[in-house]
C-alpha cells in the first residue's frame, strides 16, 4: 500500500493500516531510546507535551520540531523505513507528536 504494491480501497481497512504503520514507527523510536539506555530521560531537541513529558513521532507531513540529539535519533529510524514515512507522508498524514510514556492518573486496583 505504501509502496504502491497493493491498493487498498476500503477507507476504513486504509485508516487502521495507516494507524498501524504509524504506530510501529513510533514504537522504533522508543525502541531505539531503549536501547540506547535513554527510556525516561530528556534529550536536548526533544518536544515536550502539557505535562512536561517528552515526546516522539506520529509520522507525517509537516515541519520537523525537534532538533539535536532527538533529531538524530528520528533520523535513525526513518532512514531504516524509508518507504513507510514517505508512504504516510504521501497518504496525507500530518506530523502529530505522543508521549513516549504514558502517566495513568488516579489508577487504583484490588486484588480478589
Not at 504509524?22 to 527510556?39: D, K, P, T, Y
Not at 520540531?65 to 497518504?91: F, P, S, W
Amino acid at each position: 500500500m505504501l509502496a504502491h504494491e497493493i491498493r487498498v480501497r476500503n477507507p476504513k481497512k486504509k485508516g487502521i493500516y495507516l494507524s498501524a504503520v504509524r504506530s510501529f514507527v513510533f514504537h522504533e523510536v522508543l525502541a531505539q531510546r531503549i536501547q540506547q539506555g535513554l527510556c525516561g530521560k530528556t534529550l536536548p531537541g526533544d518536544v515536550m507535551d502539557e505535562a512536561g513529558r517528552p515526546t516522539g513521532p506520529l509520522w507525517g507531513r509537516g515541519r520537523v520540531i525537534t532538533n539535536d540529539q532527538a533529531q538524530a535519533l528520528k533520523n535513525e529510524v526513518a532512514e531504516r523505513h524509508t518507504t513507510l514515512c514517505d508512504g504516510m507522508e504521501h497518504a496525507g498524514l500530518d506530523q502529530e507528536r505522543r508521549a513516549l510514556v504514558a502517566s495513568p492518573l488516579d489508577m487504583a486496583w484490588e486484588w480478589p
